[in-house]
């Protein structure tokens, strides 16, 4: 299988969706997105070339950022913060912008979702009154948001803050009991939900090094028993992401990667964020936490 052809040509593929100005866009011929600017960034730098559209791009990623130091997914949408994380992450992992960093950093430790106490005979089971952080600013804590503000928040020293220590405690609260994590219920009218392989992946991801293995034993397996079957790049990234994480490899990571690769033939192409995940997968045999942490 021609691996190195296929992450060239992933390469390449992010690099044409520079839009003027500095960024990326998702899609080619779109706008740019934050959100995909901050994974090119991330993905062109764990192969430590490009220098020059890393630095334009987290030039455009500064641009984007409100005084208040959150970066919104689109201008006039200052409410959807999400992207915020993942600027933090691009700005460390270049070695630029670190007012920028700095800022971003305070404003994750100042944020949380909306969150209260649980009331009586509520449908979801989960407890509603730990904090963590959500997609859109006064909505509820999810998983895939906490966990990407809890590696942000990791990554630049923040690892014992009490905001991190509270999240932890908010992902654990929500990991279903016959293991892994959905996008953030537990049950519903007494009905436990499914997992799913990507928020699994995060989750596990984001606790790496704040619980005890046997705490989240059930969810290993869960990643570990579902990875064979994934082929899709968030699952599969993700999925590989969070196992490595606890220091569980693979030894077929790479054609694994250039295979899903290879599905862009049949479905069509990635959005510029699938292919950075996919890139940084290959460039670190699946060690996301700690390419972000070094």
Not at 56 to 85: H, I, K, M
Not at 109 to 128: F, I
Not at 157 to 186: C, F, K, P
Request: hydrophobic share 40%; proline share 3%.
């Amino acid at each position: 299988m021609d691996s190195n052809g296929s992450i060239t040509k992933c390469i390449e593929m992010i690099l044409s969706r520079s839009v003027t100005g500095g960024g990326f866009a998702q899609r080619a011929g779109s706008g740019y997105r934050p959100d995909a600017t901050a994974w090119g960034i991330l993905a062109l730098s764990s192969g430590g070339r490009h220098r020059e559209a890393v630095e334009n791009s987290c030039r455009r990623l500064a641009a984007s950022q409100l005084t208040d130091g959150r970066v919104p997914v689109a201008e006039g949408f200052d409410t959807a913060y999400w992207p915020t994380p993942l600027a933090a992450l691009a700005w460390k992992k270049a070695g630029v912008f670190s007012g920028q960093l700095e800022s971003a950093t305070k404003f994750l430790l100042g944020t949380s979702g909306l969150h209260g106490p649980k009331e009586k005979n509520a449908p979801v089971g989960h407890d509603t009154a730990i904090r963590g952080w959500s997609w859109v600013e006064n909505t509820h804590s999810w998983i895939e948001p906490t966990s990407m503000a809890i590696l942000a928040l990791k990554a630049t020293g923040n690892s014992e803050h009490d905001r991190v220590q509270e999240a932890v405690r908010m992902i654990l609260d929500r990991q279903l009991s016959s293991g892994g994590w959905n996008y953030g219920n537990t049950t519903v009218f007494d009905q436990e939900l499914l997992p799913m392989p990507e928020h699994t992946g995060q989750a596990l991801c984001a606790l790496s090094g704040s619980v005890q293995h046997t705490v989240v034993e059930k969810s290993i397996d869960y990643s570990r028993k579902g990875i064979s079957n994934l082929q899709t790049p968030l699952s599969l990234c993700w999925s590989l992401f969070g196992l490595t994480a606890w220091s569980i490899g693979m030894k077929d990571i790479k054609e694994r990667i250039v295979k899903s690769l290879f599905l862009q033939e049949k479905y069509g192409a990635y959005d510029t964020t699938l292919l950075a995940q996919l890139l940084i997968a290959y460039n670190t045999n699946g060690d996301f936490l700690g390419f972000i942490m070094s």
